[in-house]
């Protein structure tokens, strides 16, 4: 299998405080990689480093084939990104939105036309295409961010919480769009405080304290815990924490 994102040793300081402690992992490509922790666990550090916003205090990294270090600007070329908190102008409209990320991610006029038009067919919102992103419930806002933040077939997609807020039918249905785009050869970097979403993943990294304290799919990882379910196992893995509230 092929990594497309290889960690090791990742060290991440500021001043004296560790905010990642020597990580090391690979993530294939197609795979569904959760990536799990408590506020500040450390996981959204390690994943500005992924995205080229951050730079580690050492270890060796590459993402998409690209050295972190030194080709931040390759690797942001050939990632997808969607926050929970901000992916989406609301005073655009859908087409609006569509055309204006598509540009930033280098696609032609014909391009950006071709696949907003199959886009907007694909998630039904034919009816909401002139519509500002602000009048749209949050589920189909979450779901035209997702299909944005790939519109330009990148080899990994970064989502941090994507479905915070929206109701289980509709995280149901954005896990669907998941599952296709790693079928298509997308490689999936989520993370999530659902647990029960950590089961929809192929494997799962959890993180207490900046460090990586469990890593295997969902599977082993219920068995390797004597647990039910991976909430179970968060649990039991959160309480080594030494940084409790």
């Not at 989502?159 to 669907?176: A, K, M, N, S, Y």
């Not at 079928?183 to 989520?190: A, H, K, L, P, S």
């Amino acid at each position: 299998m092929e990594k497309v994102i290889i960690v090791k040793n990742l060290v991440k300081k500021f001043e004296s405080f560790v905010a990642n402690d020597n990580l090391t992992f690979d993530v294939f490509r197609g795979e569904i990689f959760g990536f799990l922790g408590a506020n500040g666990a450390g996981k959204t550090t390690a994943m500005k480093i992924l995205c080229g916003l951050s730079q580690p205090t050492s270890g060796e990294l590459s993402v998409a084939g690209f050295d972190v270090y030194k080709q931040q600007d390759k690797i942001k070329a050939n990632i997808g990104y969607m926050s929970q908190k901000f992916s989406l102008y609301e005073d655009l409209t859908v087409f609006e939105n569509i055309q204006f990320y598509a540009g930033i991610y280098g696609l032609s006029n014909k391009e950006i036309d071709e696949r907003a038009l199959k886009l907007i067919e694909k998630l039904g919102m034919q009816a909401m295409r002139k519509k500002l992103v602000a009048s749209l419930p949050l589920g189909w806002r979450q779901k035209l961010s997702f299909s944005i933040a790939i519109i330009h077939k990148p080899q990994i997609v970064f989502l941090d919480e994507p479905t915070g807020g929206v109701d289980p039918i509709t995280r149901r249905q954005f896990w669907d769009l998941i599952y296709e785009a790693a079928n298509d050869g997308i490689t999936i970097f989520v993370t999530t405080h659902y647990m029960d979403e950590a089961e929809y993943c192929n494997r799962v990294s959890i993180m207490v304290d900046g460090r990586i304290e469990a890593l295997d799919s969902p599977l082993n990882l219920k068995k390797q815990f004597n647990a039910e379910n991976m909430n179970d196992v968060f649990i039991q893995l959160a309480r080594k924490s030494k940084n409790k509230e």
